[in-house]
């Protein structure tokens, strides 16, 4: 079954939710693996693309994400400030380009962005570009399009960072102050206006992997060519504090399925690195070709150079 199903991926036809399904519960998991590292290798390469992110604008958000230290709705200890720093932000990004990567984000908590926190974020951007040409990306909750048009045209953004999070038979689940239709209204903007767009999910808030399966599907729909994948690091005070961590059996099972399902996506490394620091070389040869280096929102994550030495010890050129 893997081999037949990798020979279709390789094809270029597309996996049903059924077959994925079946796939997910092969017993040969090295198998698994190896295929899914064959079909990242096939479309994508041994390139690693490396991006890093700015908290922008951090805590007191009106959403209700249960895995989210950020929301107001819970009492977690998390530095609140309503826009970080210009000089150290182009300070950090310039230093990020210089070691090799790719590119940078802004990101804000918060359902969206006022035109005054815009103003302030795309004068950011502009001091970055004009003493670097790391490439721009955004993630700023569900905004209008005409501030996406702003972020193209005044930024000069290349990706707008919009996670779907989970399955839409589960979104409800964690989430009641927004749907995942009105993010996937934000992707389909982005799109339209020509901006490339960055969506992924978090894996381990309770949801099964026929439900992750639903979310690559969903991600493949919409032809998103960069996918985080998060793993689910629980905050003290959010619901999700007491949330049994996932096997690495399960993660890397779920990377490679992504990869299955998404065969020339850039599947990156994102939230909660720290717990596959341990098996990460599997993970990369189980179908990831992308990370997020350096710290990330509210969580530690991994050091660039360490990054860059594992990553080229593996067998990995970076971008």
């Excluded at 597309?14 to 079909?39: C, F, P, R």
């Excluded at 990369?284 to 080229?312: C, E, K, P, Q």
Aim: glycine share 6%; charged share 25%.
């Amino acid at each position: 079954m893997i081999e037949t199903f990798k020979q279709k991926v390789l094809a270029g036809i597309a996996l049903s939710y059924d077959e994925a399904v079946n796939l997910s519960k092969t017993k040969n998991k090295e198998s698994l693996y190896k295929a899914a590292d064959e079909i990242r290798e096939h479309f994508c390469g041994n390139v690693i693309d490396l991006c890093s992110i700015t908290n922008a604008k951090s805590g007191v958000c009106s959403e209700d994400c249960k895995w989210c230290s950020q929301s107001a709705h819970y009492e977690t200890d998390i530095e609140e400030y309503e826009i970080v720093d210009k000089e150290e932000t182009v300070k950090m990004a310039l230093s990020n380009a210089a070691k090799g990567v790719k590119s940078h984000s802004l990101v804000t908590s918060g359902r969206s962005v006022s035109d005054k926190t815009l103003d302030n974020l795309i004068s950011i951007y502009k001091a970055i570009k004009s003493k670097s040409d790391i490439n721009l990306c955004a993630s700023m909750g569900l905004i209008s399009e005409d501030q996406l048009k702003r972020l193209k045209t005044e930024a000069n953004i290349e990706h707008y960072h919009c996670n779907l999070e989970t399955a839409p038979s589960y979104f409800t689940n964690l989430v009641t102050t927004h749907t995942i239709d009105e993010k996937i209204e934000v992707i389909k903007t982005a799109q339209k206006l020509g901006i490339k767009v960055c969506s992924g999910g978090i894996i381990g808030m309770g949801e099964t992997m026929e439900q992750r399966i639903e979310l690559a599907i969903i991600l493949r729909n919409l032809a998103v060519q960069s996918i985080p994948i998060n793993i689910l690091s629980p905050v003290k005070g959010t619901p999700l504090e007491n949330t049994e961590a996932l096997s690495e059996e399960e993660i890397l099972t779920t990377i490679a399925i992504i990869r299955f399902l998404n065969p020339k996506a850039n599947l990156r490394f994102a939230g909660g690195r720290l717990q596959i620091k341990k098996f990460q070389k599997k993970a990369l040869r189980a179908g990831i070709n992308a990370a997020i280096t350096g710290d990330y929102l509210t969580t530690i994550g991994s050091n660039i150079d360490d990054d860059i030495r594992d990553f080229t010890n593996a067998g990995f050129k970076i971008a």
